[in-house]
């Protein structure tokens, strides 16, 4: 399963090199509450055709016609906003006080994005500068930049990075209902299993499978902060492996599935393998949110809700909020 940033670009290329109109339209600011945030991006083409979305309804259908009239963007970059009142607000669906600021350009050219798509599908992050008033556009490293998407001094920088990816150690049914959810946020799914019968056994479309000794799989795969690894096989020899990897890497989150008397055991292993406390402390285990899930697609539920929260920086944030709800909870029942 391919990135949304990726479809976008990739429809982008398809309908201009087929000779059709085509524009790019990002979301560059929000205020309040949006439906969709900073970054994303919607590809408009020909006829009405569309890929991504900045708003999920209304604000792409006034586009389409704005766009088709030739009332917006028709010489080059333009930006509008949407929602300034509540009138306006209601008209296009967006939530009380939502307010959206999007750049729209045309894309005449397959130069103008055709880097973009190989930078992406060779997982390497880059920044796409655009000059909203001549229309250039270049490419840089993205670490030169720290904000995924902003405009300053006529500017608009829009950082492509590499798509989110989970390595998912263990294929069972466990897996296949966190493999379902990851892939609808949008991660590239790998599922590592070196016994063969699991392998083997593995089914759920768009991911890829491989029947690999994990240390092996994480140290080829893992090489950027856009990647997460999970460990879900209950068995040590397979998990350990994993683990002893995944938690030197660069893997922006690594979790471990076990009750917290497997956990406290595995914790024991890791330090007796020479595993440093700095890289240790970066596990999470037991895995998951701490919301009571109990059947595999409660827990994979907890596990995305824990995914997107490391994700976002937001972990410390929603563990104290499920902790003061318990604690509230306990006092009324006292």
Same mark, same amino acid.
């Given at each position: 399963?391919?990135?949304?940033?990726?479809?976008?670009?990739?429809? @982008?290329?398809?309908?201009?090199?087929?000779?059709?109109?085509?524009?790019?339209?990002?979301?560059?600011?929000?205020?309040?509450?949006?439906?969709?945030?900073?970054?994303?991006?919607?590809?408009?083409?020909?006829?009405?055709?569309?890929?991504?979305?900045?708003? +999920?309804?209304?604000?792409?259908?006034?586009?389409?016609?704005?766009?088709?009239?030739?009332?917006?963007?028709?010489?080059?970059?333009?930006?509008?906003?949407?929602?300034?009142?509540?009138?306006? +607000?209601?008209?296009? +669906?967006?939530?009380?006080?939502?307010?959206?600021?999007?750049? $729209?350009?045309?894309?005449?050219?397959?130069?103008?994005?055709?880097?973009?798509?190989?930078?992406?599908?060779?997982?390497?992050? !880059?920044?796409?500068?655009?000059?909203? *008033?001549?229309?250039?556009?270049?490419?840089?490293?993205?670490?030169?930049?720290?904000?995924?998407?902003?405009?300053?001094?006529?500017? @608009?920088? &829009? !950082?492509?990075?590499?798509?989110?990816?989970?390595?998912?150690?263990?294929?069972?049914?466990?897996?296949? $209902?966190?493999?379902?959810?990851?892939?609808?946020?949008? *991660?590239?799914? !790998?599922?590592?299993?070196?016994?063969?019968?699991?392998?083997?056994?593995?089914?759920?479309?768009?991911?890829?499978?491989?029947?690999?000794?994990?240390?092996?799989? =994480?140290?080829?795969?893992?090489?950027? &902060?856009?990647?997460?690894?999970?460990?879900?096989?209950?068995?040590?020899?397979?998990?350990?492996?994993?683990? =002893?990897?995944?938690?030197?890497?660069?893997?922006?989150?690594?979790?471990?599935?076990?009750?917290?008397?497997?956990?406290?055991?595995?914790?024991?292993?890791?330090?007796?393998?020479?595993?440093?406390?700095?890289?240790? +402390?970066?596990?999470?285990?037991?895995?998951?949110?701490? =919301?009571?899930?109990?059947?595999?697609?409660? =827990?994979?539920?907890?596990?995305?809700?824990?995914?997107?929260?490391?994700?976002?920086?937001?972990?410390?944030?929603?563990?104290?909020?499920?902790?003061?709800?318990?604690?509230?909870?306990?006092?009324?029942?006292?």
């Amino acid at each position: 399963m391919d990135s949304s940033d990726l479809n976008v670009i990739r429809a @982008l290329l398809d309908w201009v090199r087929a000779g059709a109109r085509a524009h790019l339209v990002t979301v560059v600011q929000t205020w309040g509450s949006s439906p969709r945030p900073a970054g994303s991006l919607l590809a408009v083409g020909g006829p009405g055709q569309l890929m991504g979305s900045v708003s +999920g309804g209304c604000v792409e259908d006034d586009l389409i016609a704005k766009l088709r009239e030739g009332r917006l963007a028709a010489a080059g970059p333009e930006r509008v906003t949407y929602g300034m009142t509540r009138e306006e +607000g209601e008209r296009f +669906g967006l939530p009380c006080g939502g307010t959206l600021e999007l750049v $729209c350009e045309p894309i005449c050219d397959a130069a103008a994005l055709g880097p973009v798509q190989d930078a992406l599908a060779e997982r390497r992050a !880059v920044c796409r500068e655009l000059d909203l *008033y001549s229309g250039a556009s270049r490419l840089l490293p993205a670490d030169t930049h720290t904000a995924a998407c902003q405009v300053k001094g006529g500017v @608009l920088r &829009k !950082v492509f990075g590499p798509q989110w990816q989970l390595i998912i150690i263990g294929a069972a049914e466990l897996s296949r $209902c966190i493999a379902q959810l990851a892939q609808a946020l949008d *991660y590239h799914v !790998v599922v590592c299993d070196p016994r063969p019968d699991y392998a083997a056994a593995w089914d759920v479309p768009g991911t890829e499978v491989v029947a690999g000794l994990p240390d092996d799989v =994480i140290r080829a795969r893992v090489t950027d &902060k856009r990647s997460a690894v999970i460990t879900l096989t209950h068995d040590p020899r397979v998990d350990d492996m994993a683990l =002893i990897e995944a938690l030197e890497s660069p893997a922006f989150y690594v979790g471990a599935l076990g009750s917290q008397r497997t956990t406290d055991k595995r914790l024991e292993r890791l330090r007796e393998l020479d595993v440093p406390d700095a890289a240790i +402390g970066r596990l999470h285990a037991p895995i998951g949110l701490p =919301i009571g899930s109990h059947a595999p697609m409660e =827990i994979a539920v907890a596990i995305a809700a824990e995914l997107i929260a490391a994700r976002n920086g937001a972990l410390a944030t929603a563990r104290a909020g499920l902790l003061d709800n318990a604690t509230r909870k306990a006092v009324s029942a006292a």
